[in-house]
């Protein structure tokens, strides 16, 4: 789990409006948001239950059908 410690921008009635990140969390927030959609389309993928084919078959595929 990452740890973030929380900063806040407030309006002038202190109504919290938006969050401040250090570089750090920022990018470990943005890799941990690819690496979940990265297994959210797996599990998509195999629920679907689409053969599968290897993958230099599928890049001939779509150099083949590409124009």
């Known amino acids: 789990m990452l740890a973030l410690k929380e900063r806040y921008v407030t309006d002038e009635g202190g109504h919290r409006m938006g969050v401040l990140l250090d570089m ?6 943005l890799e941990e948001i690819e690496e ?3 297994i959210r389309a797996y599990d998509s993928a195999k629920a679907s239950g689409d053969v599968s ?5 599928a890049v001939s595929e779509i150099d083949r059908n590409r124009w």
Not at 24 to 29: A, D, G, L, T, V
Not at 53 to 57: A, D, G
């Open 36 to 38: 979940l959609e990265s």
């Open 53 to 57: 084919i290897p993958f230099e078959q």
């Open 24 to 29: 750090k969390s920022y990018r470990k927030i």
